[in-house]
């Protein structure tokens, strides 16, 4: 199976079990599917969208995420559980739907054009999960992480024509 196709497939995979159909409503369809589908690139460059993958070095899930980031993040939960219980970091970030939650959270918070093109999209999402929300602006494109992205971007792109 050629690399593109096996990207392409991971992410319809990540897209499946994070979406809900609450969420594309109310966000609009167009706008969610691209939120989606970067989402995807994301956990692609980040783990491989390794979905059962666990922590290396204080970063856990298949988003790679530490508790300063996903405390930022407002400290999201699976459902049920309390944010203050010790734990509760661990549980969220290696559950993919809440593992992207706090993806979105994180986003929503940093929310900034990094690459200064003039508009704030995929590209720059990918930055400040990469950088972190105050550092996105340094150039990152010679790493791995943004090399896969770029990758896992023109494959969705072709494929959506
Ligand atoms: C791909 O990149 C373009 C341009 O930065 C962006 O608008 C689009 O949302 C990206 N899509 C994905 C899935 O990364
Ligand atoms: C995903 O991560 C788990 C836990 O680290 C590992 O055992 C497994 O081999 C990984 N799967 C893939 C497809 O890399």
């Given at each position: 199976?050629?690399?593109?196709?096996?990207?392409?497939?991971?992410?319809?995979?990540?897209?499946?079990?994070?979406?809900?159909?609450?969420?594309?409503?109310?966000?609009?369809?167009?706008?969610?599917?691209?939120?989606?589908?970067?989402?995807?690139?994301?956990?692609?460059?980040?783990?491989?969208?390794?979905?059962?993958f666990?922590?290396?070095?204080?970063?856990c899930g298949p988003f790679l995420i530490?508790?300063?980031?996903?405390?930022?993040?407002?400290?999201?939960?699976?459902?049920?559980?309390?944010?203050?219980?010790?734990?509760?970091?661990?549980?969220?970030v290696t559950?993919?739907?809440?593992a992207?939650?706090?993806?979105?959270?994180?986003?929503?918070?940093?929310?900034?054009?990094?690459?200064?093109?003039?508009?704030?999209?995929?590209?720059?999402?990918?930055?400040?999960?990469?950088?972190?929300?105050?550092?996105?602006?340094?150039?990152?494109?010679?790493?791995?992480?943004?090399?896969?992205?770029?990758?896992?971007?023109?494959?969705?792109?072709?494929?959506?024509?």
């Amino acid at each position: 199976m050629n690399t593109s196709r096996a990207l392409v497939i991971h992410v319809l995979l990540l897209v499946v079990v994070t979406t809900t159909w609450g969420l594309l409503a109310t966000r609009g369809r167009k706008n969610s599917i691209d939120m989606e589908l970067c989402m995807g690139c994301i956990c692609e460059a980040t783990s491989n969208c390794n979905l059962t993958f666990q922590c290396t070095r204080g970063l856990c899930g298949p988003f790679l995420i530490s508790e300063i980031y996903w405390k930022e993040a407002g400290r999201p939960t699976i459902t049920g559980d309390n944010p203050n219980r010790k734990g509760a970091y661990h549980k969220c970030v290696t559950e993919p739907y809440c593992a992207a939650a706090t993806v979105h959270q994180y986003l929503a918070k940093y929310h900034q054009d990094c690459n200064g093109d003039g508009r704030i999209d995929c590209d720059d999402f990918a930055r400040i999960h990469y950088m972190g929300g105050h550092q996105c602006k340094i150039n990152m494109n010679h790493l791995g992480y943004y090399k896969i992205f770029r990758e896992c971007n023109k494959s969705l792109q072709k494929l959506m024509g």
